[in-house]
């Protein structure tokens, strides 16, 4: 079965899992700039955001919301966590209550701390949501590098065939039913790739990095339990998949942050230079908040907070994480 698809959204990855499907069924994907839509379509390529990667010659692009889903049979959200609520309002006018919606989105709502299913379910109760997510880089992916993900939702009829239009034969999709589970991990661990970004910015070296990475694996297990989430999920692709990808590539946006700020430069600086969106600066002080609430200890998570808040260096958070009382890892 073939689905009419659009993808809202025409960032990075917005764009490449357009690529992606495009080579399954119909697809069509909206841009809020006109002339990124226009380039989609006509040149098919997205210089502003991927460079000169070539894009499927079926994918059509337009600035009109409207156009793009009023026809469509599946939705993909690719918008950074806090705009996604305000396109979400406008787009759930154009499509009828029964059109299954998946986030591609890695991130929390910072003012009502939700998940984007958890914000869909607010907006438009009862509708069939899902999330695709996993170490997916989008450069990699448009190269044709093999790739895994991992759909999860809770219909698990609808979400075999949602599942098929993201399948190539380099990118393999995996079936999931913890929604919240794959959500949190794909948010947290952005969080982390800025402690592993700042500890490489201070020239720590690669045994820092794996404690980091190890810790903070154990912090996103703790609190994504706490939270409802199944522990099998931190320790599979939309955890520890997705956390490997983003700590230690050099494409990642979050690590790239952390490590300009270990190097001294200040936030605002570092993010205005950026056209794509670095999720975990505004979801660090969510997961602190959200620790505190359930009562799991998050001594890394609380810390970038800290420093992305301008609180704290990241050289003051590291020696506050030497001096924390050692004890049992488990």
Same mark, same amino acid.
């Given at each position: ?10 960032? !990075? ?12 069924? *119909?697809?069509? $994907?909206? %841009? ?6 226009? !380039? $989609? ?9 991927? @460079? ?39 787009? $759930? @006018? ?12 890695? /991130?929390?709502? +910072? +003012?009502? +701390? ?11 109760? /009862? ?11 989008? =450069? ?19 979400q075999f065939e949602i599942a098929k239009i993201f399948s190539t034969d380099t990118f393999r999709v995996y079936t999931s039913r913890d929604v919240i589970g794959c959500e949190l991990g794909g948010a947290f661990k952005n969080?982390? =790739? ?21 810790? /903070? ?29 983003? %700590?230690?590539?050099?494409? !990642? ?13 200040? $936030? +605002? ?27 799991? *200890? ?18 003051? =958070? ?6 924390? *009382?050692? /004890?049992?890892?488990?």
């Open positions: 079965m073939t689905f009419k698809v659009a993808v809202v959204g025409g960032g !990075s990855w917005g764009t490449t899992v357009a690529h992606l499907v495009s080579h399954n069924t *119909e697809t069509k $994907i909206w %841009c809020r700039d006109g002339e990124v839509a226009r !380039s $989609i379509t006509r040149k098919h390529r997205n210089t502003k955001y991927l @460079g000169r990667h070539r894009l499927h010659p079926e994918l059509e692009a337009s600035n009109d919301l409207e156009e793009v889903v009023s026809h469509a049979q599946v939705i993909l959200m690719a918008i950074p966590s806090q705009s996604y609520r305000e396109v979400f309002r406008e787009l $759930i @006018g154009f499509v009828k209550p029964e059109i299954p919606i998946i986030s591609l989105a890695k /991130g929390l709502e +910072q +003012q009502s +701390q939700l998940t984007m299913t958890q914000l869909m379910e607010d907006e438009s109760p /009862g509708r069939l949501t899902g999330v695709l997510t996993g170490p997916n880089l989008a =450069a990699e992916v448009l190269s044709g590098y093999a790739t895994a993900s991992v759909v999860a939702m809770q219909n698990q009829s609808v969080v982390l =790739a800025l402690a592993v970004g700042m500890t490489t910015g201070l020239g720590t070296g690669d045994n820092t990095r794996a404690a980091v990475v190890t810790r /903070g694996l154990a912090e996103l297990a703790r609190l994504g339990s706490a939270m409802g989430g199944l522990p099998e999920t931190f320790s599979g692709l939309a955890g520890l998949g997705d956390l490997v990808a983003t %700590c230690f590539s050099p494409q !990642s946006r979050n690590r790239y942050v952390g490590e300009q700020l270990g190097k001294g430069r200040e $936030i +605002q600086e570092v993010l205005s230079e950026m056209s794509n969106v670095a999720e975990g600066v505004v979801t660090a002080p969510v997961v602190s908040d959200l620790a505190k609430e359930h009562g799991v *200890e998050t001594p890394i998570s609380d810390q970038v907070s800290a420093v992305v808040r301008g609180v704290i260096t990241p050289a003051d =958070a590291y020696d506050v994480l030497l001096l924390r *009382e050692q /004890g049992s890892e488990h």
